[in-house]
Protein backbone atom coordinates (compact mmCIF):
# COMPACT_ATOMS: atom_id res chain seq x y z
CA UNK A 1 0.00 0.00 0.00
CA UNK A 2 1.24 3.23 -0.94
CA UNK A 3 -0.58 6.40 -0.53
CA UNK A 4 0.67 9.67 -1.69
CA UNK A 5 -0.71 12.81 0.72
CA UNK A 6 -0.70 16.09 -0.14
CA UNK A 7 -1.45 19.15 2.69
CA UNK A 8 -2.27 22.67 1.02
CA UNK A 9 -4.72 23.97 4.16
CA UNK A 10 -3.18 27.22 5.15
CA UNK A 11 0.80 28.66 3.56
CA UNK A 12 2.82 25.05 3.60
CA UNK A 13 2.58 23.21 0.81
CA UNK A 14 3.42 19.13 1.35
CA UNK A 15 3.77 16.03 0.09
CA UNK A 16 4.10 12.87 1.90
CA UNK A 17 4.22 9.09 1.10
CA UNK A 18 3.54 6.50 3.21
CA UNK A 19 4.32 2.52 2.41
CA UNK A 20 2.48 -0.10 4.69
CA UNK A 21 2.43 2.24 7.59
CA UNK A 22 5.57 3.71 6.99
CA UNK A 23 6.46 7.17 6.10
CA UNK A 24 8.98 6.95 3.21
CA UNK A 25 9.19 11.16 2.79
CA UNK A 26 7.58 14.48 3.70
CA UNK A 27 8.55 17.50 1.83
CA UNK A 28 7.61 20.51 3.25
CA UNK A 29 7.32 24.05 1.02
CA UNK A 30 6.98 26.89 3.57
CA UNK A 31 5.87 30.69 1.91
CA UNK A 32 8.13 33.40 3.32
CA UNK A 33 6.38 36.04 1.01
CA UNK A 34 3.81 36.67 4.51
CA UNK A 35 6.25 37.71 6.79
CA UNK A 36 6.70 41.28 4.85
CA UNK A 37 2.35 41.53 5.75
CA UNK A 38 2.67 40.11 9.19
CA UNK A 39 0.46 37.43 8.62
CA UNK A 40 -1.19 34.80 6.03
CA UNK A 41 -2.51 36.31 2.68
CA UNK A 42 -4.98 33.93 1.09
CA UNK A 43 -4.47 35.14 -2.54
CA UNK A 44 -0.99 34.71 -2.06
CA UNK A 45 -0.56 31.47 -0.25
CA UNK A 46 -2.66 29.96 -3.34
CA UNK A 47 -0.59 31.63 -6.16
CA UNK A 48 2.55 30.34 -4.06
CA UNK A 49 0.89 26.72 -3.83
CA UNK A 50 0.25 26.82 -7.23
CA UNK A 51 3.78 27.20 -7.79
CA UNK A 52 5.45 24.61 -5.36
CA UNK A 53 2.70 21.76 -5.12
CA UNK A 54 3.97 20.31 -8.69
CA UNK A 55 7.75 19.75 -7.71
CA UNK A 56 6.81 19.30 -3.82
CA UNK A 57 4.96 16.01 -5.17
CA UNK A 58 7.74 15.31 -7.68
CA UNK A 59 10.07 15.55 -4.61
CA UNK A 60 8.18 13.23 -2.25
CA UNK A 61 8.16 10.90 -4.95
CA UNK A 62 11.72 10.75 -5.71
CA UNK A 63 12.91 10.74 -2.06
CA UNK A 64 10.31 7.86 -1.45
CA UNK A 65 11.99 6.02 -4.68
CA UNK A 66 8.21 4.87 -5.49
CA UNK A 67 7.17 5.80 -9.11
CA UNK A 68 3.79 7.44 -9.32
CA UNK A 69 2.38 4.20 -11.21
CA UNK A 70 3.02 1.74 -7.92
CA UNK A 71 0.87 4.47 -5.69
CA UNK A 72 -2.59 2.58 -4.44
CA UNK A 73 -4.37 5.86 -3.29
CA UNK A 74 -3.82 9.59 -3.52
CA UNK A 75 -5.04 11.75 -0.32
CA UNK A 76 -5.52 15.43 0.45
CA UNK A 77 -6.46 18.04 2.95
CA UNK A 78 -10.23 18.74 1.77
CA UNK A 79 -10.88 21.54 4.92
CA UNK A 80 -10.62 23.03 7.30
CA UNK A 81 -8.67 25.60 5.73
CA UNK A 82 -8.25 28.51 3.34
CA UNK A 83 -10.48 28.33 0.66
CA UNK A 84 -8.08 28.98 -2.41
CA UNK A 85 -5.09 27.35 -0.78
CA UNK A 86 -7.53 23.95 -0.42
CA UNK A 87 -8.75 24.35 -4.17
CA UNK A 88 -5.21 24.16 -4.74
CA UNK A 89 -4.38 20.42 -3.03
CA UNK A 90 -7.58 19.31 -3.89
CA UNK A 91 -7.12 19.97 -7.45
CA UNK A 92 -4.06 18.80 -7.74
CA UNK A 93 -5.44 15.06 -6.08
CA UNK A 94 -8.16 14.72 -8.10
CA UNK A 95 -6.08 15.21 -10.88
CA UNK A 96 -3.40 12.91 -10.59
CA UNK A 97 -5.52 10.40 -9.08
CA UNK A 98 -7.54 10.53 -12.39
CA UNK A 99 -4.98 10.03 -14.44
CA UNK A 100 -3.80 6.84 -12.81
CA UNK A 101 -6.90 5.68 -12.00
CA UNK A 102 -6.40 5.51 -8.54
CA UNK A 103 -8.87 6.46 -5.27
CA UNK A 104 -9.10 9.42 -3.62
CA UNK A 105 -9.05 9.61 0.06
CA UNK A 106 -10.06 12.93 1.93
CA UNK A 107 -8.81 13.90 5.10
CA UNK A 108 -9.67 16.26 7.47
CA UNK A 109 -6.64 18.61 8.75
CA UNK A 110 -7.45 18.65 12.42
CA UNK A 111 -8.18 14.67 12.51
CA UNK A 112 -4.82 14.54 10.87
CA UNK A 113 -3.40 16.50 13.76
CA UNK A 114 -3.87 14.35 16.05
CA UNK A 115 -3.20 11.03 14.34
CA UNK A 116 0.26 12.10 14.15
CA UNK A 117 0.87 10.64 16.86
CA UNK A 118 0.86 6.85 15.18
CA UNK A 119 3.94 8.30 12.80
CA UNK A 120 6.21 6.98 15.28
CA UNK A 121 6.45 5.09 18.41
CA UNK A 122 5.75 5.20 21.36
CA UNK A 123 1.90 5.31 20.06
CA UNK A 124 -0.80 6.49 22.29
CA UNK A 125 -3.51 3.86 23.40
CA UNK A 126 -7.33 4.26 22.96
CA UNK A 127 -9.47 6.06 24.22
CA UNK A 128 -6.84 8.84 24.99
CA UNK A 129 -7.18 12.48 24.96
CA UNK A 130 -5.82 15.09 22.19
CA UNK A 131 -5.20 19.19 22.75
CA UNK A 132 -5.21 20.05 19.45
CA UNK A 133 -3.65 23.76 19.63
CA UNK A 134 -2.87 25.94 16.70
CA UNK A 135 -3.63 29.14 15.02
CA UNK A 136 -6.97 28.69 13.62
CA UNK A 137 -7.86 25.99 16.00
CA UNK A 138 -7.83 24.70 19.91
CA UNK A 139 -9.59 21.86 21.09
CA UNK A 140 -10.00 18.88 23.59
CA UNK A 141 -10.42 15.74 21.74
CA UNK A 142 -11.48 12.48 22.30
CA UNK A 143 -9.82 9.91 20.21
CA UNK A 144 -11.41 6.47 20.95
CA UNK A 145 -10.51 4.66 17.51
CA UNK A 146 -8.58 6.27 14.88
CA UNK A 147 -11.76 7.41 12.91
CA UNK A 148 -13.97 8.36 16.10
CA UNK A 149 -13.16 11.16 17.53
CA UNK A 150 -15.00 13.73 19.57
CA UNK A 151 -14.61 17.13 20.61
CA UNK A 152 -15.33 17.69 23.83
CA UNK A 153 -13.70 21.38 24.38
CA UNK A 154 -12.86 24.23 22.00
CA UNK A 155 -12.53 28.24 21.98
CA UNK A 156 -15.11 29.78 21.76
CA UNK A 157 -13.83 32.72 19.90
CA UNK A 158 -9.71 32.91 19.30
CA UNK A 159 -7.45 30.05 19.41
CA UNK A 160 -4.21 30.12 21.61
CA UNK A 161 -2.17 30.26 18.38
CA UNK A 162 -3.84 33.78 17.46
CA UNK A 163 -3.54 34.96 20.67
CA UNK A 164 0.03 33.89 20.68
CA UNK A 165 0.91 35.68 17.17
CA UNK A 166 -1.54 38.64 18.11
CA UNK A 167 0.80 39.24 21.47
CA UNK A 168 3.78 38.71 19.73
CA UNK A 169 2.60 41.96 17.41
CA UNK A 170 1.91 44.09 20.11
CA UNK A 171 5.44 43.38 21.25
CA UNK A 172 6.78 44.92 17.60
CA UNK A 173 7.97 40.97 16.66
CA UNK A 174 7.98 40.30 13.02
CA UNK A 175 5.39 37.44 11.42
CA UNK A 176 5.45 34.78 12.74
CA UNK A 177 5.68 36.17 16.22
CA UNK A 178 4.31 33.31 18.41
CA UNK A 179 7.83 31.41 18.39
CA UNK A 180 9.86 34.20 19.27
CA UNK A 181 7.63 34.82 22.06
CA UNK A 182 9.05 30.97 22.77
CA UNK A 183 12.70 32.32 22.52
CA UNK A 184 12.34 34.87 24.87
CA UNK A 185 10.57 33.33 27.28
CA UNK A 186 13.28 31.09 27.56
CA UNK A 187 15.70 34.09 29.59
CA UNK A 188 12.75 35.73 31.45
CA UNK A 189 10.62 35.66 34.56
CA UNK A 190 7.21 33.47 33.75
CA UNK A 191 5.99 35.66 37.19
CA UNK A 192 6.61 38.61 36.54
CA UNK A 193 3.76 39.70 35.26
CA UNK A 194 0.30 38.86 36.06
CA UNK A 195 -2.63 38.39 33.46
CA UNK A 196 -6.07 37.33 34.15
CA UNK A 197 -7.00 33.82 32.94
CA UNK A 198 -10.56 33.57 31.58
CA UNK A 199 -13.60 31.37 32.87
CA UNK A 200 -15.48 29.54 30.56
CA UNK A 201 -18.12 26.80 31.26
CA UNK A 202 -17.77 23.30 31.47
CA UNK A 203 -14.43 22.25 29.10
CA UNK A 204 -14.30 25.50 26.72
CA UNK A 205 -12.05 28.31 26.15
CA UNK A 206 -11.46 31.73 25.76
CA UNK A 207 -8.53 34.07 24.48
CA UNK A 208 -10.25 36.86 23.74
CA UNK A 209 -9.94 38.42 27.57
CA UNK A 210 -6.07 37.40 27.55
CA UNK A 211 -5.81 39.46 24.42
CA UNK A 212 -7.61 42.42 25.48
CA UNK A 213 -5.82 42.42 28.75
CA UNK A 214 -2.21 42.24 27.69
CA UNK A 215 -3.03 45.42 25.22
CA UNK A 216 -4.48 47.39 27.56
CA UNK A 217 -1.28 46.26 29.93
CA UNK A 218 1.51 47.20 27.19
CA UNK A 219 -0.47 50.83 26.41
CA UNK A 220 -0.17 51.94 29.89
CA UNK A 221 3.34 50.58 30.84
CA UNK A 222 4.58 52.44 27.83
CA UNK A 223 2.61 55.31 28.35
CA UNK A 224 4.52 56.10 31.37
CA UNK A 225 8.11 53.75 30.23
CA UNK A 226 8.31 54.14 26.46
CA UNK A 227 11.39 52.19 26.87
CA UNK A 228 9.63 48.96 28.46
CA UNK A 229 8.76 46.89 26.23
CA UNK A 230 12.40 46.10 25.05
CA UNK A 231 13.82 46.61 28.72
CA UNK A 232 11.56 43.85 29.97
CA UNK A 233 10.79 41.68 26.57
CA UNK A 234 12.10 38.57 28.01
CA UNK A 235 10.13 38.77 31.34
CA UNK A 236 6.74 39.87 29.45
CA UNK A 237 7.10 36.82 26.87
CA UNK A 238 7.46 34.29 29.91
CA UNK A 239 4.59 35.81 31.57
CA UNK A 240 2.25 35.46 28.49
CA UNK A 241 3.45 32.10 27.58
CA UNK A 242 3.30 31.35 31.28
CA UNK A 243 -0.36 32.66 31.15
CA UNK A 244 -1.80 30.86 27.89
CA UNK A 245 -0.24 27.24 28.86
CA UNK A 246 -2.21 27.77 32.14
CA UNK A 247 -5.17 28.05 30.65
CA UNK A 248 -4.61 25.22 28.18
CA UNK A 249 -3.28 23.07 31.10
CA UNK A 250 -6.36 23.98 33.49
CA UNK A 251 -9.28 22.81 31.23
CA UNK A 252 -6.91 19.24 29.84
CA UNK A 253 -6.40 18.15 33.72
CA UNK A 254 -9.98 18.94 33.94
CA UNK A 255 -10.82 17.14 30.74
CA UNK A 256 -8.45 14.34 32.03
CA UNK A 257 -10.10 14.07 36.01
CA UNK A 258 -14.01 14.26 34.07
CA UNK A 259 -13.03 11.16 31.41
CA UNK A 260 -10.71 8.99 33.45
CA UNK A 261 -8.34 8.77 30.78
CA UNK A 262 -4.78 8.91 30.97
CA UNK A 263 -3.07 8.88 28.01
CA UNK A 264 -3.01 12.67 27.11
CA UNK A 265 -1.16 13.83 24.19
CA UNK A 266 -1.03 17.84 22.17
CA UNK A 267 -0.91 18.54 18.76
CA UNK A 268 -0.86 20.91 16.35
CA UNK A 269 1.43 23.82 15.66
CA UNK A 270 1.54 25.62 19.14
CA UNK A 271 2.64 21.86 20.06
CA UNK A 272 6.31 22.98 19.57
CA UNK A 273 5.94 25.36 21.49
CA UNK A 274 8.67 24.84 24.65
CA UNK A 275 6.93 25.96 27.44
CA UNK A 276 3.62 23.88 26.50
CA UNK A 277 6.04 21.10 25.88
CA UNK A 278 7.77 21.40 29.44
CA UNK A 279 4.81 22.42 31.36
CA UNK A 280 2.49 19.26 30.02
CA UNK A 281 5.61 16.87 30.87
CA UNK A 282 5.81 18.02 34.45
CA UNK A 283 2.12 18.23 34.76
CA UNK A 284 2.22 14.44 33.61
CA UNK A 285 4.66 13.35 35.67
CA UNK A 286 2.26 14.59 38.80
CA UNK A 287 -0.56 13.91 37.70
CA UNK A 288 0.83 10.06 36.73
CA UNK A 289 -0.39 10.26 32.98
CA UNK A 290 1.31 8.80 30.27
CA UNK A 291 2.19 11.92 27.74
CA UNK A 292 2.75 12.21 23.92
CA UNK A 293 4.50 14.98 22.24
CA UNK A 294 4.89 14.44 18.23
CA UNK A 295 8.25 15.63 17.09
CA UNK A 296 9.16 18.83 15.77
CA UNK A 297 8.24 17.95 12.03
CA UNK A 298 5.06 16.59 12.62
CA UNK A 299 3.49 19.36 14.97
CA UNK A 300 3.50 22.37 12.27
CA UNK A 301 1.37 21.30 9.26
CA UNK A 302 2.91 18.88 6.99
CA UNK A 303 1.49 16.02 4.72
CA UNK A 304 2.79 13.34 6.27
CA UNK A 305 -0.09 13.63 9.22
CA UNK A 306 -2.46 13.49 6.50
CA UNK A 307 -0.90 10.17 5.14
CA UNK A 308 -1.26 8.37 8.19
CA UNK A 309 -4.82 9.63 8.72
CA UNK A 310 -5.51 8.18 5.00
CA UNK A 311 -4.23 4.71 5.63
CA UNK A 312 -6.76 4.24 8.63
CA UNK A 313 -9.44 5.29 6.13
CA UNK A 314 -7.89 2.88 3.01
CA UNK A 315 -7.97 0.21 5.73
CA UNK A 316 -11.65 0.38 5.91
CA UNK A 317 -12.29 1.04 2.23
CA UNK A 318 -13.64 4.76 2.92
CA UNK A 319 -12.46 7.24 -0.07
CA UNK A 320 -14.07 9.97 -1.66
CA UNK A 321 -15.45 10.57 -5.80
CA UNK A 322 -13.90 13.45 -7.86
CA UNK A 323 -16.90 14.88 -7.12
CA UNK A 324 -15.35 16.28 -4.30
CA UNK A 325 -14.80 19.96 -3.29
CA UNK A 326 -12.78 21.80 -0.75
CA UNK A 327 -14.66 22.20 3.17
CA UNK A 328 -12.46 25.70 4.37
CA UNK A 329 -15.39 25.31 7.74
CA UNK A 330 -15.23 21.44 7.84
CA UNK A 331 -16.52 20.27 10.95
CA UNK A 332 -14.65 17.94 13.05
Not at 88 to 94: H, P
Not at 149 to 161: E, P, R, S
Not at 201 to 221: E, V
Not at 320 to 331: D, G, I, N
Request: glycine share 6%.
Amino acid sequence: MNILAIESSCDETSASVLANGHILSNVIATQLIHEQYGGVVPELASRAHQQHILPIVERALTDAKVPKNELSAIAFTRGPGLLGSLLVGTSFAKAMALGLNIPLIEVNHMQAHVLAHFIDSPKPTFPFLCLTVSGGHTQIVRVDSPLNMTVIGQTLDDAVGEAFDKSAKLLGLPYPGGPLIDKYAKEGNPLAYRFPMSEMPNLDFSFSGIKTAIMYFLRDKTKTDPHFIPQNLPDICASIQHTLVQMLLTKLKRAARETGIRDIAVAGGVSANSGLRTALTQLGEQQKWKVFIPQFEYCTDNAAMIAMAAQFKYEQGEFTEQTVSPLPRMSF
